[in-house]
């Protein structure tokens, strides 16, 4: 009953704050994460930075994941404007358009830096407002992580074949079916369910983010072996979609500023969960979780796959086909540089998929 009558309020705030904001105004921000996840960090950190900079012209009032709607229709809240704002992760949307898995994630391509890169230099930040505005929103992504996790199991994962059979925890439109290759199942199901289905014995093992966040969301209590690198995201994007209307009757100046605060939030982002990862590494370790890692052999065979699997996603969406058009050619504009500094640059050149298939299926 209790659940009930928060729902009811919240459903009774959306009513009273819905709509278009106007210079001075109160924006209602969501967000996909509960507050017992750390995920949620970076949400808040660009809502305080956003509310300095914007000073009276505009006030972000952020709610945790939950509170106002569930987690899987926050997007729908900011699309039909119900909510000014929502925090999400790209690819909880491929099924509306598979274009959002690559902005989210890439199975064993993207690292955080070259996320980065892209969105900032090579044209990124562009494919996320096309592919956003298709649904009445403007995008400004904030967030990134590097490298997840990986599979948590209780019973070890040393090789590919030890994956086969199990039922596990995956997202991802491109890693279901690289997993699905590779002999697992994908089981698909909120961050927030993930504990209570491995205790139970529902699922045979998850993924779900970098080693800080899995912690708090209290996987080594309920799992004894890690396998890493988890290959399936070898980096994550997080943003905030604004409803088209509610930006567009902000000032260019407040938009300015919603922009900055985006940009700043990106960096300390990559700084913030780095060291909260390490920190989470030791802390895996400490609790006796046993930690294996793929070899070399391994991992170059699941790049070979994943690269496939990549090229028939995108050659089956146009949309995504732009989408992985524009991160290879990044990737490939900044190979010379960064191989001829190596290994002193930031990460490695991916053995990455065909560029020239993907551009035909792109330019049909």
Known sequence: MLKATKLMAGVALLALVGGP????????????????????????????????LTGDDLKIDFYEGGSLVPAGEVFGAVESGTIQAGADWPG????????????????????????????????????YDEVYGKFGMVYLPYGV?????????????????????????????EQGRLLEQLGGNQVSMAGGEIYQSLERGV??????????????????????????????????????????????????????KLKIAADATLLWSLAFTEKRASE????????GVEITRYDDETLEKVQQMANKVIEDTACENPSSAKVY???????QDYSGWRDASAPFNLGRTPNGPDLEKIRACAEK
Do not use: C
């Open 325 to 331: 058009l524009s991160q290879l050619s990044y990737l």
């Open 21 to 52: 904001a106007n210079a001075g105004d109160t924006w209602t921000m969501t967000t996909t994460w509960p507050s017992s996840l750390e995920l949620i960090a970076t949400d808040q950190h660009f809502v305080e930075l956003a509310n300095k």
């Open 92 to 127: 909880y949307w491929a099924g509306r358009d598979p274009a959002f898995s690559p902005l989210a994630t890439t199975a064993s391509l993207f690292n955080a830096v070259d996320y980065v890169n892209w969105i900032q230099q090579w044209g990124g930040a562009k494919i």
């Open 203 to 256: 699922i045979d093992g998850a993924e779900f983010s970098t080693p800080n966040v899995d912690y708090s969301g209290g996987f080594h209590q309920v799992t004894s072996h890690w396998a890493t690198p988890g290959w399936h995201q070898s980096a994550s994007v997080f943003g905030v979609m604004i409803n088209k209307q509610a930006w567009d009757a902000l000032s260019p100046e407040t938009q300015e």
């Open 145 to 173: 992580t590097n490298n997840e996790s990986g599979f948590r199991t209780n019973s070890p994962i040393r090789s590919l074949e030890d994956l086969k059979g199990k039922r596990l925890r995956l997202s991802g439109l």
């Open 280 to 287: 989470a590494y030791r802390q895996f370790q400490e609790a």
